[in-house]
């Protein structure tokens, strides 16, 4: 089996609370020549981080998982960003089985049956195999977003596919996001203006009462369940 390039697992040359435009440029300096990727679900942190990378006009690959199940303004926010971002090549590594098969061979509305289940054909197998080709993976966690994210670091050896992790947001919270959205102009789902702080799949996600554009929690996705995660990063919560 090939093994992949070695990087730089326990020692970087930035600090951990370096600002962030200073730890982007960062990392597309010195993974230049690494296999470097973002992931994404086109949540809002997301779409704002595509924005910071892409200001350096440099070829950016931004990976997302299409599960068959997003919602249609997922897919127009997707086809928009596309279309803003000429130097980002974004690419579908989503899973190929298809809601039909699924249900043919695990069973009919497995997300409600199984969630675990579902999120691991749907994101976490196909995630793994994309982790195969990568160094370096950016993405735009933050520790607020949730008890299992409060120890994230900016800089760190993921264990769990043998790649560097930036997450150049780390230390940011909900409303600065949204500030940078606001002030940048930057695409973002229509849903977060209909009570939606999170978007996941359709099956999966619920809107929020009383919940506006600058508030943030998980309380849509899996409602019902214990589930907390779907598993790309952490465990599949139940």
């Known amino acids: 089996m090939e093994m992949k390039p070695v990087v730089d697992k326990q020692r970087t040359p930035i600090a951990e609370d370096a600002p962030t435009d200073e730890?982007?440029?960062?990392?597309?300096?010195?993974?230049?020549?690494?296999?470097?990727i973002m992931t994404t679900s086109f949540g809002m942190e997301g779409c704002a981080?595509?924005?910071?990378?892409?200001?350096?006009?440099?070829?950016m690959t931004v990976v997302y998982?299409?599960?068959?199940f997003f919602f249609p303004e997922t897919y127009a926010l997707r086809n928009r960003m596309i279309e803003?971002?000429?130097?980002?090549?974004?690419?579908?590594?989503?899973?190929?089985?298809?809601?039909?098969?699924?249900?043919?061979?695990?069973?009919?509305?497995?997300?409600?049956?199984?969630?675990?289940?579902?999120?691991?054909l749907r994101k976490v197998a196909p995630m793994?195999?994309?982790?195969?080709?990568?160094?370096?993976?950016?993405t735009a966690l933050r520790r607020s977003q949730s008890p299992t994210r409060a120890n994230l670091r900016m800089i760190d050896w993921d264990w769990q596919y043998q790649v560097l992790k930036i997450s150049p947001l780390a230390?940011?919270?909900?409303?600065?996001?949204?500030?940078?959205?606001?002030?940048?102009?930057?695409?973002?789902?229509?849903?977060?203006?209909?009570?939606?702080?999170?978007v996941g799949c359709t099956h999966c996600t619920k809107a929020v009462p009383?919940?506006?554009?600058?508030?943030?929690?998980?309380?849509g996705r899996w409602a019902g369940s214990e589930k907390t995660e779907c598993g790309l990063h952490y465990g599949a919560g139940i």
């Open 23 to 36: 730890l982007i440029a960062w990392t597309l300096e010195r993974f230049a020549e690494q296999r470097l």
């Open 49 to 59: 981080l595509i924005d910071m990378y892409a200001r350096h006009n440099k070829p």
């Open 65 to 68: 998982l299409d599960t068959m």
């Open 84 to 120: 803003l971002y000429p130097h980002v090549d974004f690419v579908n590594r989503g899973t190929t089985l298809t809601p039909e098969e699924q249900a043919e061979k695990y069973g009919d509305k497995l997300w409600e049956k199984n969630p675990a289940q579902c999120c691991n």
């Open 128 to 138: 793994r195999e994309v982790m195969v080709d990568v160094d370096v993976w950016i």
């Open 171 to 198: 230390a940011w919270e909900r409303p600065t996001i949204w500030r940078y959205i606001q002030e940048h102009d930057v695409p973002y789902n229509s849903l977060h203006e209909k009570g939606y702080p999170t």
């Open 210 to 219: 009383n919940s506006s554009p600058v508030d943030y929690s998980r309380d």
